[in-house]
């Protein structure tokens, strides 16, 4: 709609060709509409229970505490990541109902009721050291309202384990694989089931691991077709791509 | 077969209500049963249309020809990718319905009806020259079955362009987004939409990309939340990690 | 302005309290003044005599020609950069005035007459092996409308010949320093004049050179601190930038 | 001193009207002069209210505070970047004017009058937690004598938020980015503005983010043509560049 | 359990030999003992002395302690590698038998007698400083059962000590070689043995070292032919390797 | 000749019984013998049947023919590594037993009966594209005298055709695993098997593999304790070290 | 020139000894002569028989020629480093006398007698894949004027071969080493010489060399003490630099 | 102990004059003088006032102590490189002469008087921040007898100061050049002076800096051609390699 379409539809509103309301509706949406902009603002605040989301690291425990007082105002569930306690402790001042977990160094405020997906996100671990990461992504698919199971230790150096949890790891309409090292759990799992894997490569290992560079790079030339991959240790990205899949 | 099937069957045994031989024939192909690989083994095979892929990089002409030729018998469709136009026409020569993408260096047969999905999958470019990347995820989208629409050339560097199409984006089930260069378009595109994003980094740029590692790392490192990430030009990946989804 | 003030303006000129090019006047430039949508689209072209530019590798013959095609009906100057000589022979075919920058790789046409800058781009570079990266900034500085003096083969191995330059670099508005192997020209210029350097690694040198990463690494570590760097080999990139600091 | 002038002083020596002793004085300090080595030494001092400045990362406490003292003889103003706030402690107590920017890392004695320049810099950040290197290049912008304004948050994830405060931007002469993580917003703003932006990769993010690799090889390949880049975290850097800009 | 064997059992069921519950008891594992799941999950505990493995790193105090407090209900020997001290001291609290290997950083606990191999491995390091690396490798083979000889500091910055003790080296069945640095040594023991040699690099050493990034190179590039390597400070995967070859 | 046999020298000297030429002539090659010189010297050729080594790549195809040319005068076995088609043809016509494996790029010439080893070496590969690796690996250990197996297309992707060749694996004394891309067939298989496993990663892959990098350091990081790894595409060197551990 | 000179000159003007023409041209030339640059950029020249040194690669065959041309005229030696054949020849037509060495890939042309050192640089390489950079080093260290001695084939895997030849290498004033893959001959030869020890390493091998990454950082962390380093396959700087420390 | 020499000996056991005890214990040191290995041994002590040198990284404080007590019972003068305070007070509680370099965590026992060199080494480094290395490597040199000259704060940006001292740096017999960040100072001064000049990249700096590798490749890829590099802050090696170019 251009400056002449505009001006016409003025014209016609004075000459009474057409009516306020209608004149509106053609008008309104035009700012935003046309490049979505209100959408994109408010997508998260319009569904019930999403939380809002605070990356903590590189923040003072000051700054954490105002963020989290300032959205405590808006009524909403809240995630903290990477919170060291001080910070949660903190937070428990101002918000008697907020909570720490200590491996996966969440915090979680739920002042909403949330939905809970049928469907379940399945959470695979290689190995208890890929717990922190395990956790983080537990908590954050469970504060996006969704069903989460866990499946922990079934790295591929013991593939029997694995195969004794498969049944489970196929129920998820969307798996998480989480492994360090060489990181060839993606894969393994990857080429046994049909659903969307999402690869969370961690920081566990040392020497030629290279701060997780080995396991990234395993995850992004794996062999099965259905594998992507996240950051290092990016557990909230991982449970956050999940959720939207799993809401699908 | 479970517990209590075997028990049955042993009691059958044991009534000579069927005979040793029958009863070892039913128990001998347990282990794999059990443990699902029948449907691993199968599970591509058992969904209509489906198609046999094959990655022709590093074979010969030869051996591509003779996969195919092995392949007709079982009469599915076919994808073969990074396949050169001598592979091609190799393929031509004992299969006539075979086509071949010269950009995007597929090979596709099409021996099944297919059933295309409602939902779509949108493939979003930055630039022309992603186009080769762009047109593998097509082929392999198309012949798996799903709906896609291409959205192409609209990078960050001229970001009104992208504006004009974000309904189109916004209206798929799952996008693919391929860039190269500084690859910023992935995390652009994932705070607009509200649907799994799957990013291709392309080798496309010079210099400093370093066949394409610039755009792995953007993509890896993207601020926004939905964005998971696959091998570098792996177009391949991308569209059937996003047919998985697509299709849930 | 909102959905009450828009209804409120309407409801003015349906009552003639607002004539309807006041009205417009408001409504006008809701849409982009905004977001600035068109100052983005535009502001290229509202520019005398600036290029389309075209990053020709990784496209065919064909698609080159048929850009500078249809970029040729819309009567601007154009500029072809990493073009092959076949890439330039297919546009000479078409359009007569196309030159052609051997060392460069640029192709160049000019059709409207360009305002050339009082002040100017000195382009130093360290060894005629840089010369086609010197010669890329070049063009693209000459076709953006910029007086330009080229300064070669002056590198710190042996620094009297630099010095024996030195009043005509300090007389330019701004300095590309063209470098490759270890790249120490753009430190040692960089501490010499007191303008803004933009600093080109290339990837000229061989070994631990890596392509240009070497010389890269240095200009982004310069000592002397007015420096800032561009990509490996991108002369185009280096031009473009000095031109809007010239133009100052 | 050119040829001329030269000529002119044998000349007076000739007709007696300068004694050797004079003479002699005058030509043993050409050799700097011609080579302009005297402007380089003070062309920080001859303008007024040019800062010192101190990098004082891997310098001691007593290194830093000897070095101030030093400078305060001078009567300049100084700047000391990468100061802890012990270092700040030891100035302070020798120099009561001293400031501290606790984000930032700088340490600033303000000892002569500014002339603060009409157009500004703006220096634009992604998040929150790339506001240490905002601070120490507005810290250095500011003592160098500019005016600037900062917008900070405006992260392409949200990019509405961006857009929001595009005319701000686009107001100034130079435009700093400073981005961490995927480093996009360097491109989608060289894609919205005309003016030299000079991009400040951070090192903040995780994984594969390699301290500030991801969003440095971003920059640099960045795909919006005005843009450079100066090395990971280097505030004072860019803001250098910047100013020398500004003030043509 | 094959084919035949289930053929006798069937036969027993049908002749009454055997009642069906008892037949069903050994017929139920039979899924992992055919794919020798069995093998796997038992192969360490059905060898007399075969520890157990905790890989203590990445995992707290208390973890440590649960897993050996678990250990030792099976009566096992146990081995920790990666332990602090302080793991070491709650280890102690439940098993007075454990051992500490301050360099290595291994806890060992003997519950069984084990039986000492003939032949031996020799463990030959470059320096002093791999010595941690070597006393993990060290406890390794130890509790594993072998016989192990030590030869220290004899890098090839002094290659006649390496001389004075090659007898022993030559007499070993598998050679590990520890070194850091440029990791010379395994190329020149490599060209010196006829035996195979396992070459573990050590993060000893500073600046181009990268963390052991050199020796594992040049490891890797060895020109000698009988080498293979492990990652980088692993003297655990060393020695475990080496055992397996040790009682071929 | 060690300390002992000196000391009876020496008194037969004292003693006439062996007068001071001859016993000079006995000591003066003792430097040699002592450090096993001699050893080291002839300790292949010393072995019946074992193959002279030639790494045909970076040589000219005369220095190829020269080289084995020279070894035919010997009549040892020969093994020719990377050596193209073209240095065959000139092997060919002066040694009608030279026979070339294409995939493999070897040239093999037998001239001495070689004893064949009881026990195997197992090949095992993840893909076709492997095969020339597998190939290179093959000759070597065919023409050192091994009993070899090969095991191919069974990768993690499918593990079901892995499982399906267990035994055969698992019936080697040793086990080398072939693989491209993530490599994860090292780790399934160091898990599942007690035998040393030599990993060869190849350059099999695009992308975020670079050129083997993926493969080599997952292997390395393998979770698996049995495996060692040697440089990639090296099958010679794998096949080597194999060979030394199937012949203890 | 000097102060005392100066003064002279001053009062040869003032007493009409000399005229103001002739002391203004003496005088001009002043500033660099007093910086020393008259040195410099004559200092090759003023020695008997030092080449003018061109680097060849990245230049035209034409430009080759037309610098050889130009340098002819001087009458001095040449020498021109990564020739190509083609390179040659267009030289050979202008110049009877060049010569090329195919291996090394030099040009030479000897025009003055040169004088020859009594000490000699030894130029040692592990293996004849290296010969290329033994031969550029070689041709550089006799044109330059040193008497050079070559010990080939001497690599570490064999390391009584390098025995063999250790009173040769001992006798040289500077060693150079040349090695690829490992390097380790860098460090061994190090440790048996009490002499400046010059490492090359060379791109010689593949996989995990990364085109000498490998050699480099093996010598560059060399345990022993008297080795520096040149850039990969950089013959000619350690001839040249070997050639500085002959000529002591 | 040569042939002849062997001959006398065994002469005078046949003749009575010495007993074969003496003559064995004569003998049995044979094979390290014949192959030189004595001389290696034992080819520091030979010299006047050559230093023992301990690495003290790595190793703990007892460890260090224990190295100097034994060294003392040599009486030779001692080096200890990269020690801290502590391992110092313990040293000094043995050894009174003991003296500690702060900055260069050296430290130093003379016992023995040395003959200090005539010709001097320079080392001149870019910026303060270098004085840890410059130390280390100046106590190095001066232990190892030589004349030491520093030059310091010399670095590029500001290249007069590097012109005032150009005259002493062109005195010395070899020059070290220590500098951080891009390390263009070796270039230059490579460029100025006739004399080797060894390299030694700092750590110094930060971001794209990557502990050093910046300045490596720099000096690795000089294009002046006398510089050879040793490993990033390897003050040490660079003085003990240019002590041996100084007293040849």
């Known amino acids: 709609m251009d400056k002449d379409e505009i001006k016409i539809l003025l014209n016609e509103v004075k000459e009474n060709k057409i009516n306020v309301e209608e004149a509106l509706k ?14 994109i603002d408010n997508h998260r605040e319009i569904r019930v229970g999403y939380p809002e989301v605070i990356y903590c690291a590189g923040k003072t ?23 060291t306690e001080e910070m949660f402790n903190a937070v428990k001042e101002i918000c008697l109902e907020a909570e720490y977990n200590e491996l996966g160094k969440t915090i979680t405020v739920r002042k909403k009721e949330q939905q809970i997906t049928d469907s379940y ?3 695979v671990a290689a190995g208890t050291s890929d ?5 983080e992504a537990y908590e954050t698919a469970k504060i996006l309202g969704n069903k ?12 029997h384990r694995l ?33 969307p894997v999402i690869a969370v490569p961690t920081s566990v290992g040392y020497g030629a691991n290279f701060g997780g560079i080995s396991a990234l790079l395993s995850m992004l030339n794996s062999c099965a077709s259905g594998v992507s991959v996240v950051n290092i240790d990016n557990g909230f990205g991982a449970a956050y791509n999940a959720s939207i899949i799993n809401k699908l």
């Open 121 to 123: 996100i399945a959470i």
């Open 148 to 159: 989460v199971v866990k499946v922990i230790d079934v790295g591929v150096a013991g593939i």
């Open 163 to 195: 195969f004794a949890k498969l049944d489970i790891i196929r129920g998820a309409k969307v798996v998480i694989v989480v492994a360090g090292m060489e990181g060839a759990l993606a894969s393994v799992i990857g080429g046994l089931v049909n659903k």
């Open 26 to 39: 053609k008008l309104e949406d035009l700012p935003f509409k046309d490049l979505g902009f209100a959408k």
């Open 61 to 83: 425990v000051a700054q954490v505490r105002d963020i989290v007082k300032f959205m405590l105002t808006k009524n909403n569930n809240i995630l903290g990541t990477r919170a």
């Open 131 to 135: 717990l922190p990461v395990v956790e």
